[in-house]
């Protein structure tokens, strides 16, 4: 009899670990879109100035940085908002005066990957427009936000800080 029970509380020990490590949830839930630098001719970069990027929050219209002192990079990865459908981001450089504002607009919609691990939300790039402080231009080059990490959109930097 005793060892049935212990058998029984082994079985049922293997269980609950199985269950609980049986989860393909994704380890990173949030969603990023992708921006990577390029010179006015085309050729990825490694930007030589240090930036500071900020978003605009709408429901306060104050803005908030989300990545200081960026420095050599080439590429940035920004989370998108799901509630509206547009992001204001605004671009500081150390070696200009003025900033420059990227505004994003998308489509934001739900995508459940499996129902234990909640809904997230992926997004479509509709347009992307920006100033031209550090700028020369900006374009979409693949819509789809989502958990593949593929670049997004090409910044194309005017050749002051490259």
């Known amino acids: 009899m005793r060892a049935s029970l212990r058998i029984c509380a082994l079985i049922a020990g293997i269980i609950i670990l199985y269950g609980c490590n049986a989860n393909n949830c994704p380890l990173e839930s949030t969603v990023y879109c992708n921006y990577y630098f390029y010179d006015s001719d085309g050729t990825a970069i490694s930007y030589n100035d240090v930036l500071t990027i900020s978003v605009r929050i709408p429901s306060t219209e104050r803005d908030s940085i989300i990545i200081n002192k960026l420095s050599e990079a080439s590429q940035m990865q920004i989370p998108m908002s799901y509630y ?4 204001t981001l605004f671009i500081g450089y150390a070696s200009l005066l003025r900033k420059d504002t990227i505004i994003v607009h998308h489509q934001s919609y739900a995508h459940i990957d499996l129902p234990e691990c909640g809904t997230k939300y992926f997004h479509k790039l ?3 427009t920006s100033t031209h402080t550090g700028i020369d231009r900006i374009e979409i080059v ?4 989502n958990y593949d990490g593929n670049e ?4 194309y930097f005017n050749g002051v800080a490259e």
């Open 84 to 87: 509206n459908d547009k992001d």
């Open 126 to 128: 509709e347009n992307v």
């Open 142 to 145: 693949n819509p789809q936000v």
């Open 152 to 155: 997004n959109i090409k910044i």
